[in-house]
């Protein structure tokens, strides 16, 4: 398991959703009186994403000391 002890599979998966949730309400509001073309901005919007999933991943998971 690469997570560490006290952290929980399931607060990461909240953690997950909630972060996917709030950029996605982040857009909508920007673009809810205007077309939203997803595809235009895909890019953009997979960076932040990935940016979030970045913080998590090294923020959650053993280093390689703690592994061993």
Do not use: N
């Not at 996605?24 to 939203?36: A, D, L, N, V």
């Amino acid at each position: 398991e690469k997570l560490r002890d006290d952290v929980s599979v399931d607060t990461v998966i909240e953690m997950t959703m909630a972060i996917v949730d709030h950029v996605s309400q982040k857009y909508q509001k920007r673009y809810q009186m205007k077309p939203f073309d997803f595809l235009h901005y895909s890019d953009s919007i997979l960076k932040e994403l990935d940016d979030y999933f970045r913080i998590i991943q090294y923020g959650i998971y053993k280093t390689v000391d703690e592994k061993e």
